[in-house]
């Protein structure tokens, strides 16, 4: 009879025949991200798994790493990520990796690389520090199949599409996403998306959403996403859950229901946050869509004929009226690359820098403007409450997720979920406010996560499971960035491995690139 394959690897390792392990880490505190109690317990490498836990100060091996008073968990799984272009710039991914983060997920937001099968090739081949997995983005399928163009998409256009995402599955892809606030994938109807659903369903995958509307209609785009769940016979993941500006202040108590209702149903429905009440997303989120119909061209043609300028204004306007909001001071600008001294400025500022009213209309004027010069303008909105926000963390089925990029340090003015997401979890709303428990938090940040995204060797400390792992000290974890000074690294970190490589020792990033391509199994 075979033995199982995590026996015969413990008996080849760190045995009672002193073959050695890479690394033993001792006296640590294991949190091992189910979300039960912490325990003291050894922790031993060989290969890249974890392949003995207990009580192993007699064990031999290559390295030992004494994480007395720290806590040891499972490396942190970012599962709302946007990391496109940073990771062959920057594949140290230092932000992510300071801040806890062993893997993330890409492909966000309907935003995604159209071929998957080459993406993961290069990133096989630049190797970089954190390990990858990707979802395949409806705005990338449907402007491949279609372009910006307003419209449903035709027969042919929708199985060109339904072909792309299979392909991207079958590639290893880990689901399907949608953006549903954005060109062109705003211009879908549900039936489109339930469709391409089904194909990442036919292969296991997630439907991840970044819904039509998280103020006014947030209800009604909560139940959209759990319907095309519900129809395309997937799991369902709401990207950064929250209800957006004063108006809706108080209403994640109904979103919060819709989404224990659809788990009650039977539905696999969850949810992601970020811990700040401040979002980030492009300046062209503040003007009408139908701008943007057709493709930059004819945007500005539409921008820079009068009368349709206009009507723009008045309907950016308009729009500010309903969220209760007297100017545009809200929306700070994270990079703008025409005019790098408008970051960090928001464009009631910029409007006055220009030498314009503190009117509405000219703000609207200065927006249009700003548009016209460049193709996107990163934001960041401060739209959100705290009441909101914890009543969120608290809901048990929510992942922590930083909605972000690979950092360049000290470029722009980017938010600071870019660097402190997970420390900020830890410090401010695990260790100061008690809003959750540390082991519920980091069952939050690993275990439910690699559930969701069948990253099946991960989340977990225990023996065969990929040794991606983060000690901390407790007492200190805390995050540094500020929306003053967002280029900040998170602080408490003392060692993180990446498939049992030290990618940082001591707090520093070693330069180690240990990551791997996530693909879906």
Known sequence: ???????????????????????????????????????????????????????????????????????????????????????????????????????????????????????????????????????????????????????????????????????AMRAGAVGFSTGLIYIPGTYSKTEEVVALARMAA?????????????????????????????????????????????????RSVETIKLVEDA????????????PYVASSTTLDTTVPSWVFAGGRDSMKVRINDPATRMKIKKEMVATLKRKQLKSYSYAQVARYAPDTTFNGKNISEINKLKGRKAKPMDEAETILEMIGAINRTQMVYFSMNEEDLVRIMQYPFNMIASDAGIARYGSGMPHPRAYGTNARVLGRYVREQKVVRLEEAIRRMTSLPAQKFNLRDRGLIREGMAADIVMFDAATVGDAATFVNPHAYSIGFRYILVNGEAVVEEGKHTGKRSGQVLRRN
């Open 202 to 250: 036919q292969h296991g995958g997630v439907y991840a959403s970044h819904i039509r509307d998280e103020g006014d209609k947030v209800t009604d785009a909560v139940n959209e996403a759990i319907n095309i769940g519900r129809l395309a016979k997937i799991p369902v993941e709401i990207s950064h859950f929250k209800v957006t500006y004063k108006p809706n202040w108080g």
């Open 1 to 167: 009879m075979k033995l199982p394959f995590i026996f015969t690897l413990i008996s080849m390792c760190c045995s009672a025949y002193g073959q050695s392990c890479d690394l033993v880490i001792l006296n640590g505190k294991v949190v091992d991200g189910s979300g039960n109690p912490w325990y003291y317990a050894d922790v031993a490498i060989r290969d890249g798994k974890i392949v003995r836990l207990g009580n192993l100060k007699e064990v031999t091996a290559n390295r030992v790493i004494d994480a007395a008073g720290l806590i040891v968990a499972p490396g942190f799984i970012d599962v709302h990520a946007h990391i496109e272009g940073g990771e062959m710039t920057t594949p140290t991914a230092d932000n992510f990796i300071h801040d806890g983060v062993t893997s993330v997920v890409t492909g966000n937001c309907g935003g995604s690389n159209l071929n998957i099968a080459e993406y993961f090739k290069r990133l096989d081949s630049v190797k970089t520090s954190i390990n990858i997995a990707s979802l395949i983005g409806h705005n990338t399928v449907r402007r491949a199949a279609m372009g910006d163009a307003q419209r449903d998409p035709t027969a042919d256009e929708q199985k060109k599409m339904e072909a792309l995402v299979s392909d």
């Open 263 to 274: 788990r009650a149903e039977g539905l696999d429905v969850t949810i992601d946050q970020y």
